[in-house]
């Protein structure tokens, strides 16, 4: 397998990775989701993650973007690229920009003495009549052959609605939280999936606007670890799931 490193230069980051392909990025907050990000592993502070956008140019930058991210764990201390993966097309976007990418490093014990990261992409939308946001989730670990990719685009928060953009309208939001399950199959964990959802009213009444709430709940889904990766319920499926890699 063929490695590369990143190091610090100038202005950001210097990797150079497979193919000699060599990418200088700035870490100015002007660049935004499409700057590289990097953290330090609390699980392994000896371990560096890092998240690199591969974009392509496209024939005009307002219709959206078009490229791939590459995921990175180096040696803190040396800066040499332990593991790699690259995931096409999950940097592209249109209507549905992206805003914000960043790393999770919560306490996915996904396997017995392994531990997960995740990275979370969000998504926002340029309708003002229809707002909808979307922040997918994923998980990577790394076992025997590597950095895999074992959750692909879980919805970890989204929004959405349609009003009159004045007041009259109706809304609904919703975000899932994870815990580890005591089930191990094909080697991992389950993973206990709460939804938590509402859904409100806004309306004008005196000339005030008043939102009233509709709806409110939660459901639990189980999800189970299938040979490469978790099953995903169809109804916690992000936009951008099971698109990359």
Not at 3 to 25: H, L, M, N, S, V
Not at 43 to 61: F, K, T, Y
Not at 161 to 174: L, M
Request: aromatic residues 8%; proline residues 4%; glycine residues 10%.
């Amino acid at each position: 397998m063929s490695r590369g490193w990143c190091r610090p230069a100038r202005y950001g980051w210097t990797c150079k990775q497979a193919y000699d392909i060599e990418i200088e990025i700035s870490d100015s907050p002007l660049r935004g989701p499409f700057a590289v990000i990097c953290k330090i592993w609390p699980a392994n502070p000896d371990l560096l993650l890092a998240a690199i956008p591969l974009m392509r140019d496209g024939p005009s930058r307002d219709f959206g973007h078009d490229g791939d991210l590459r995921i990175l764990v180096l040696d803190r201390a040396t800066l040499k690229v332990l593991e790699h993966l690259q995931l096409d097309g999950l940097m592209s976007d249109d209507a549905m920009r992206i805003s914000d990418v960043s790393f999770d490093t919560a306490r996915y014990d996904v396997a017995p003495g392994r531990r997960a990261f995740g990275l979370r992409i969000s998504r926002t939308g340029s309708s003002r009549a229809n707002p909808f946001s979307e922040t997918s989730l994923r998980l990577f670990d790394i076992g025997p052959k590597g950095l895999n990719m074992v959750l692909d685009g879980l919805i970890a928060d989204s929004s959405g609605g349609e009003w009159d953009t004045n007041c009259a309208g109706e809304f609904s939001k919703s975000s899932v939280s994870l815990a580890i399950g005591g089930r191990v199959a094909n080697g991992f964990r389950d993973l206990n999936a709460t939804e938590s959802y509402e859904t409100s009213r806004s309306a004008l009444q005196e000339g005030d606007c008043v939102e009233k709430l509709q709806d409110r709940g939660r459901t639990a889904h189980t999800l189970t670890f299938d040979v490469r990766r978790y099953r995903i319920p169809e109804t916690l499926r992000s936009m951008d799931g099971e698109s990359a890699g």
